[in-house]
């Protein structure tokens, strides 16, 4: 039986179109959600008319990009054991939606649509899917209890409840344990999760797997790329930062910190936003400062490090860009979160970041394994940054635990990907 926060979402939530068509005129956000989901269902269901049957359809659910890049290398390895697997994947934002919507390995991509009983249904009832996997969080009842309804088998995989998340507070908890009861299996990224998921929740299948984008990164770093390979050379004997993700509040931190060290430091910047106001703000930043700087697309041999900051002004080069890094900053932790520290980390270099990381896990652990420091000021920042480079043996240790981290936690893909085989109807005969 439904708790009361269950039960009043169930009685409330056939009111959201009526809400959303009041407020949508005088709210751009809301106007857009409404906007890129009119027409959503037919447009899903000519996609999937033109897909032959599949033997096995795979759906998976990710509020964004970020928690989609934890499936894709599950994704994969399922693609490679279960001939006939059809993948449709679904996301809540418009950046997951934009940034993955040609996904070649899924025959539609598409917005979840607001969450109402009559949608949730029709949604089911048109994917027919077999199986479906949730990314981390985003837990929509309407549409959880349409997908048990339906028979399908549910995997939450990622799972992770930070202690400052809203699932443990009274008024929620039940209101969480009602959807979480509604898996099959939980996959968790640590002990200390699977253990709420068991002890605050109650839930039976929990398992401990990981986070599978440890072996996605892990997999991306070992294979070659021409971009970074041509980099290479440029930087050739220098110790080098790249500050990757960099918002305007680290980039604030970043560049004055660095300024006294530019002679033994060579730095890279990677901003989370590349497009051209944001790369003319930095620009004229660095030039105020009297910092020479060339960007990515209009790099050539001329590029003198020594003198000269990089700013990587197009998406795609970061993941590669850490092969040529000494030393990483991650950005996002002066806002909402620090971005994915995971990507330098692989590669075996210290990685420093802001004091907001408490939404990822990882980045906690990697702090406790002693690979990564938390930076809250611009002097904290260059007393790390002299100390790594005055002392060259320590920064060693500390990119070792780095990589020993991330090496730590392979094999996530296998263990979800193992259970997940055996849920399929082709094979569980």
Same mark, same amino acid.
């Given at each position: 039986?439904?708790?009361?926060? +269950?039960?009043?979402? !169930?009685?409330?939530?056939?009111?959201? %179109?009526?809400?959303?068509?009041?407020?949508?005129? #005088?709210? !751009?956000?809301?106007?857009?959600?409404?906007?890129?989901?009119?027409? +959503?269902?037919?447009?899903?269901?000519?996609?999937? =008319?033109?897909?032959?049957?599949?033997?096995?359809?795979?759906?998976?659910?990710?509020?964004? &990009?970020?928690?989609?890049?934890?499936? #894709?290398?599950?994704?994969?390895?399922?693609?490679?054991?279960?001939?006939?697997?059809?993948?449709?994947?679904?996301? +809540?934002?418009?950046?997951?939606?934009?940034?993955?919507?040609?996904?070649? =390995?899924?025959?539609?991509?598409?917005?979840?649509?607001?969450?109402?009983?009559?949608?949730?249904?029709?949604?089911?009832?048109?994917?027919?899917?077999?199986?479906?996997?949730?990314? #981390?969080? =985003?837990?929509?009842?309407?549409?959880?209890?349409?997908?048990?309804?339906?028979?399908?088998?549910?995997?939450?995989?990622?799972?992770?409840?930070?202690?400052?998340?809203?699932?443990?507070?009274?008024?929620?908890?039940?209101?969480?344990?009602?959807?979480?009861?509604?898996?099959?299996?939980?996959?968790?990224?640590?002990?200390? =999760?699977?253990?709420?998921?068991?002890?605050?929740?109650?839930? #039976?299948?929990?398992?401990?797997?990981?986070? %599978?984008?440890?072996?996605?990164?892990? /997999?991306?770093?070992?294979?070659?790329?021409?971009?970074?390979?041509?980099?290479?050379? +440029?930087?050739?004997?220098?110790?080098?930062?790249?500050?990757?993700?960099?918002?305007?509040?680290?980039?604030?931190?970043?560049?004055?910190?660095?300024?006294?060290?530019?002679?033994?430091?060579?730095?890279?910047?990677?901003?989370?936003?590349?497009? !051209?106001?944001?790369?003319?703000?930095?620009?004229?930043?660095?030039?105020?400062?009297?910092?020479?700087?060339?960007?990515?697309?209009?790099?050539?041999?001329?590029?003198?490090?020594? !003198?000269?900051?990089?700013? &990587?002004?197009?998406?795609?080069?970061?993941?590669?860009?850490?092969?040529?890094?000494?030393?990483?900053?991650?950005?996002?932790?002066?806002?909402?979160?620090?971005?994915?520290?995971? /990507?330098?980390?692989?590669?075996?270099?210290?990685?420093?970041?802001? %004091?907001?990381?408490?939404?990822?896990?990882?980045?906690?652990?990697?702090?406790?394994?002693?690979?990564?420091? &938390?930076? /809250?000021?611009?002097?904290?920042?260059?007393?790390?940054?002299?100390?790594?480079?005055?002392? %060259?043996?320590?920064?060693?240790?500390?990119?070792?635990?780095?990589?020993?981290?991330?090496?730590?936690?392979?094999?996530?893909?296998?263990?979800?990907?193992?259970?997940?085989?055996?849920?399929?109807?082709?094979?569980?005969?």
């Amino acid at each position: 039986m439904a708790g009361p926060a +269950l039960t009043a979402y !169930r009685m409330l939530s056939p009111l959201l %179109p009526g809400v959303l068509r009041l407020l949508a005129p #005088r709210n !751009r956000s809301l106007s857009k959600f409404a906007e890129v989901r009119r027409n +959503l269902f037919e447009e899903l269901e000519r996609k999937l =008319d033109s897909c032959p049957k599949p033997a096995c359809r795979l759906w998976v659910h990710a509020s964004s &990009v970020g928690e989609f890049e934890q499936a #894709r290398p599950v994704i994969a390895e399922l693609k490679q054991r279960i001939s006939g697997l059809d993948v449709v994947v679904s996301f +809540l934002s418009d950046s997951g939606y934009e940034a993955r919507k040609n996904f070649a =390995d899924a025959s539609a991509v598409f917005y979840l649509p607001l969450d109402t009983p009559a949608n949730a249904r029709r949604l089911t009832g048109l994917l027919k899917a077999d199986l479906f996997m949730l990314m #981390r969080y =985003d837990f929509w009842p309407n549409h959880l209890e349409a997908v048990r309804a339906s028979g399908t088998k549910m995997i939450l995989a990622a799972a992770a409840l930070p202690d400052a998340s809203p699932y443990f507070k009274p008024l929620l908890r039940g209101f969480y344990r009602d959807l979480f009861g509604l898996f099959d299996t939980i996959f968790t990224v640590g002990t200390k =999760d699977r253990n709420a998921f068991v002890d605050t929740f109650g839930c #039976r299948n929990v398992v401990q797997a990981g986070d %599978p984008r440890f072996d996605q990164v892990y /997999e991306r770093q070992r294979k070659s790329d021409d971009r970074a390979a041509k980099l290479k050379p +440029l930087f050739q004997g220098r110790t080098v930062l790249v500050g990757g993700s960099t918002w305007e509040p680290d980039e604030n931190l970043l560049i004055p910190a660095w300024l006294p060290l530019r002679e033994q430091l060579s730095l890279v910047l990677v901003p989370h936003k590349v497009d !051209r106001p944001n790369i003319e703000r930095i620009l004229s930043n660095l030039a105020e400062k009297g910092i020479e700087a060339v960007t990515i697309s209009t790099l050539d041999s001329s590029f003198d490090p020594s !003198r000269q900051v990089l700013v &990587v002004d197009q998406i795609g080069y970061l993941a590669e860009l850490y092969t040529i890094a000494s030393i990483a900053w991650v950005g996002g932790a002066f806002g909402v979160n620090v971005h994915n520290t995971i /990507e330098p980390a692989v590669h075996g270099i210290p990685v420093l970041f802001g %004091p907001r990381y408490g939404k990822s896990p990882e980045a906690f652990d990697l702090i406790e394994a002693g690979g990564a420091t &938390v930076i /809250e000021t611009e002097t904290g920042l260059h007393q790390a940054i002299a100390r790594f480079i005055d002392n %060259p043996e320590e920064m060693r240790q500390a990119g070792s635990k780095a990589g020993a981290f991330v090496q730590s936690r392979l094999g996530a893909t296998r263990t979800i990907s193992d259970a997940m085989e055996v849920m399929c109807p082709k094979h569980s005969r």
